[in-house]
Every structure is written in C-alpha cells, then in structure tokens.
C-alpha cells in the first residue's frame, strides 16, 4: 500500500487592458471595446491524496480524494473549503495484455486528462481543450473522473481499449458531474514505441436531461434551451515524442453537441495545441502553442434568426512560455509567461445596421508555480 500526494502553490498577475468605462458609458460601447481589470492571486490550487495497492498478484486499487481550497477575492471567499472523490476503481489483470477496469476513474481518452502535474502539463496551466474554456471560451470538456468500466488489451507496442460509463450532464448546472440520465462510451487506439505515442479516440455521449438552461445572448435578450435528448460526438487524435532532454507534443481535438428534439443548430467546435521543450540538466524551457474555436458565430446566430451578436468571443489563441527547474525529485518550481488573445468577427452592437469590430483584450498573465509531487 502507498499514500501519496500532489500539491500546487500558484502565484499570478495579470496587467489590466483596454480602459476601465465609465458607468454612464452605454453598454453596446462596452462590448464593442471589453475591459479586462486584471488580477494578483497567490492560492494553493491543488491538493490531492492518492492512496494506491495490490490486494494479490492480479487486482490493484486506487482511491484519489482533491481538496478544495478557498480563493480569496476581497471580502469574499469562494468555494467553500471541502473534499471532491476523484478516483475510486480497481483494476483486474486477467492476463499479461488484458486488463478489466471498473469504478470511478478517467476514461481513455486524451493523454492529456488528468489533475494538472507538470510530468504531464510541462506548464502552470493545461490546454485549453483540457481545461474546457478560455476567456469567456466555453468548450465541452471531455470525461474527467467518471463511474463506469472499461478493458484494454495490449499487444506489443498497441493499446486498444474501450469504455463505458455515466457521462458529463453537458451545459447543465451539473456539467462535471456523472448522472445517471446520461451514458457515454468512447473508444481508443494507441501505439507506444521508441519514446514515440501516437493516439486517436472516438467519443458519443447521449442524455435524457430535462434540464433548461436560461442566459441572455445579448443585453436584454432572453434565450432558452431545452437539454432533452442532447447527443455528444468527440474525436480527437494525439502525437507526442519524449526523450530525456526534448519533448514534443500535438493534440486535436473536435466536438459536435445536437440538441435533438429541438430547432437548435449543432454547436460545432475545434481545438488543437503544439507543444515543444528542451531540456538541460534540472532546467527545462517549453513553448505552447494553442487555438480554440467555440462555435458560437453559427450557434448563437441562428438561435437568433439569423441576427449578428457579438456579446461573446469565438476564438482564441495562447502562446505561453515556460521554465521549469527540478529542485529535487519531488519538488519543482515553474515560471510561466501567457498571451492570450480572444477574437470575435464583427457584430452589429449597436443595431444601426452597420457591424463593428471588437477590440477584445489581450490577456498577459506571469505566473510562478511550486509543485510538490509525490505520487
């Protein structure tokens, strides 16, 4: 039996951007040139304790438990300090290459799904396709700590495996949640070999939600949308090459949601990232590249009838560069640089007719991170 844990120390700072509006300032100005106030937080951001064994030659268990830790933001503090069950599955080796999983666990889908690590991430933050958002970016995540059971079989340098489990309530209030109303499965193929991982997987998800989300899509302007019957698709393909002083890295990821039973449009989005470091002794420099595009132009729009909105951006690009420096084999410290730049097409604002463009702020975030793994 072994008792481990992972935990992140993160301080941040983000310089604001665009001018702060005055509060007559009408809001159609507001949105045509968005602020962005910035921010300096210094918060332990992950805490997680893993408790891992064998109960005989064949069967091993896991149990991870997170820790909630409260933000503090001014006179408020948010979210209320706790604990969240992550892992709790038991694996069965029925032989050398099959394996049966079965309990709460993280599906097989991108390599990159997991509470952040650096041996994993290389940066403070994940990608965007992983994290599931960006600035004001929604993007279906993909399954993170599901019930269910899944069985891989492995031939030489080949991984196949399949599973199935209660899936993500997606765009309701319960959108990380498993939920008894809604199954998922996903299959995955993935070849290792010569420090070399290639990967593709396939993902469909249905739900027989009853749950109505109400938002408004501009100022004023009430939309609402009914969740019965939805149907996920998600596929996404993965390379990477490793060696013991470069990494390499590519993931794609593309996502359709159809609100069946309803005169909605699929929401359509895309996704993908480049990532690539070197290595030299106990310091390591990383380069990530990554671009989003949340659908919402042809989602949003035609909900509307056909009507030019722009209260939200549809695409976004991060560049963010980082250095990371082993302290010792359990302890590292990360500096991290982060651009970020929403865009948006143009959007009539202010009903006249005539489309503007949006000056959406560029996001510059420097980021210091001590990581204490020991897992």
Not at 169 to 180: F, I, N, Q, R, T
Not at 248 to 263: G, I, M, N, P, Q
Not at 341 to 361: R, S
Request: charge should be negative; hydrophobic fraction near 40%; proline fraction near 6%.
């Amino acid at each position: 039996m072994h008792i481990g844990a992972h935990i992140d120390f993160v301080g941040r700072y983000s310089m604001e951007d665009n001018d702060k509006p005055d509060e007559d300032t009408p809001e159609w100005e507001k949105m045509e040139e968005p602020y962005w106030g910035g921010y300096e937080t210094l918060n332990m951001e992950a805490a997680v304790i893993y408790l891992t064994g064998k109960l005989g030659d064949k069967v091993s268990y896991a149990i991870g438990e997170a820790l909630v830790m409260p933000v503090y933001e001014g006179d408020s503090v948010t979210p209320v300090p706790g604990a969240t069950l992550l892992d709790a599955r038991i694996t069965w080796n029925i032989t050398e290459s099959i394996a049966l999983k079965m309990g709460r666990y993280i599906p097989a889908t991108s390599m990159s799904v997991s509470p952040h690590r650096l041996s994993i991430h290389h940066l403070v933050d994940p990608p965007m396709m992983i994290k599931g958002s960006g600035y004001l970016l929604n993007l279906i995540p993909l399954p993170r700590f599901q019930t269910g059971v899944g069985i891989s079989v492995e031939s030489g340098p080949t991984i196949i495996s399949w599973d199935f489990f209660n899936g993500n309530e997606v765009l309701s209030p319960d959108s990380l949640s498993d939920v008894d109303r809604c199954k998922g499965g996903v299959f995955k193929v993935a070849v290792n070999g010569g420090g070399f991982h290639a990967g593709v997987y396939y993902l469909n998800e249905q739900s027989d939600s009853d749950d109505t989300i109400n938002f408004e899509i501009m100022p004023g302007i009430p939309m609402e949308i009914k969740l019965n019957n939805n149907n996920v698709t998600q596929w996404g393909m993965e390379l990477a090459y490793t060696s013991e002083r470069i990494i390499a890295a590519f993931e794609y990821l593309d996502t359709v949601l159809d609100l069946r039973d309803t005169d909605v449009p699929d929401l359509k989005q895309m996704s993908y990232y480049f990532l690539a470091g070197a290595g030299l002794g106990p310091a390591q420099l990383v380069l990530r590249y990554e671009f989003a595009e949340a659908g919402y132009d042809e989602f949003l729009n035609d909900m509307a009838g056909g009507a030019v909105l722009g209260n939200v951006p549809d695409q976004q690009v991060n560049y963010t560069l980082g250095v990371n420096y082993s302290l010792n084999d359990n302890t590292t410290i990360a500096l991290n640089y982060a651009w970020r730049h929403p865009e948006l097409y143009e959007a009539d604002f202010d009903w006249d007719g005539d489309t503007e463009d949006v000056d959406w702020p560029d996001i510059n975030e420097a980021s210091i991170l001590v990581e204490l793994d020991l897992l």
